[in-house]
């Protein structure tokens, strides 16, 4: 199918969730209500025409100042059996982010989710084993949100200072003749 | 004998695989449960390698951002490059000439041998044959040395260029890469013969880390890992960019989903690679290799040395990046790890909004537990080699 046509059977089948449909060079994105993305994901996986077997890929954007709801969740999803894709992008307001996650639907999501999660700090709710996954455990803030840093905080990760004495007691050991 | 058996303990073993481990092909952390030799439970923990390329990326303009992709994946990074540069290109909408196309076809493809020469090498290693990693590796030397001879460096290349590539081929580089193409199925069949009817290979991998195709489907695997399954996806087929429309190659298919299966697409993957490359050089037509769209493109160093409007160009391309239409892109290649994209969200400035990278290495490693539970230990280390992950890509 086309990728407009698909935005269109989207749109028929959730008149009160699409939000806005764009295309630029030949891709087509479909801005959409968070409440419903579960069960709209189900229906993409499952409908014979549809039919979007493949995750592709998920990830955040902070567009803080630029629209009105802070945060995206973007979807990309292909289809092996047609071979078309589909963008989605789910709204996600700036206070204590939530998503339905889409877990249930594809696995392969699993890791995106957490990275998400990660990077933005946008809780999943229903993912199994959501917890930090490129950095550590008790790093502070969200690094990809707009309003971090880019040489990061001004306190260092605590972790750091561990890992400067551990090295620095290294350094002074005395090797037996 | 009975009264030692009584007091056996016998309880669940928790050992931390990595992140410091030769087997684990960089930074990996596993944390295996063992019941015995069974592998109960697998957490594999990433991000040792972190260096937050997405967000460098928003912070960089479109061309300063290029050398950051050759981190990614650093043992194929011409790939990567190919792979950047598409995405930037089909942003900006600007066409690039038939013989760059060829060239970063056949770089991409001498890049692909080179990184499945590593994975060859390395996996085989692991399972305990030492034989075919000395000799593949000399043939990667081979490959980086022509690489040298084509842009100075050997690892971190930063060759292909938005709108084309850096320099042109010259022609004794050609004759030394049609001289290695015409050798090279020679050596693939040193190495099958030393490894694809071995018994002890055949004992390690037939059966071993099996996924069935739903499921590599569902779990979002690509490349070898994805076609070992049996599902015929390969973004150069279906979705050609740059001459991969123009030359005539078969995408090899496993059956079963094992790291058999997986073995022999890769290898069969070399073959199809080393003929791409044949082709590509008997049919690489004339012409420029850099785009004429003055907008989006540097130009050339010669003139910015001459000429002050040239100067002045270069000087805005580089202090504030070109003036980008709005919108967002996401564009996938084929790298040796499987799908490489790149998501670009522009705001019609210079540098990208959002910068996201889809690394297939990232997810590879998020199947290791469904591949690894229930098996062997020893059988980790076949499925690590077998999904071919290379951490620098993973944690970007």
Redesign the interface.
Known sequence: MEPLEIAEKIKLRFPDEVLDVREFRGQVSVTVRKAKILEMCRFLHDDPELSFDYPVDLCGVDYSGKKTVRFEVVYHLFSIKHRHAIRLKAEVQGDNPAIDSVMPVWVGMNWHEREAYDMYGIVFNGHPDLRRILLPEDWDGFPLRKDYPVKGPEKEWSGFQEVLDKSRKFREFEWQE | MEDTEKTFETRELTISMGPQHPATHGVLRLVLNLDGETVVKCTPY??YL?R?I???GE?RTYFSALPLSDRLDYISSMNNNVGYVNAVE??F?IDVPERAKYIRTIVAEMGRLSSHIIWLGTHVLDIGATTPFLLSMAQRERLLDLFEMLCGARLTVSYPRVGGVRNDISQEFLDRLYEFVLEFPGHMDEYETLVTQNRIWLERTVGVGVISAEEA?????TGGTLRGSG?D?DVRK?APYDAYDKVEFDVPIGKKGDCYDRYLVRVGEMRQANRIIKQCIEKLPAGPVMADAPKFTLPPKDMVLKDMEHLIHQFILITKGPTVPE????V?TEVPKG?L?F?F?S?GTGKP??M?V?APS??H??VLPRLCEGGLIADVIANIGTIDIVLGEC??
């Open positions: 990433v991000g972190h937050g997405e967000k460098l912070n089909k942003l909408g489907v569902n779990w979002g695997l599902i996806y279906y919108g967002e892109v996401y996938a799908e994209g998501y969200i705001d909004y959002r996201r889809r990232f997810v490693a998020s944690d970007r």
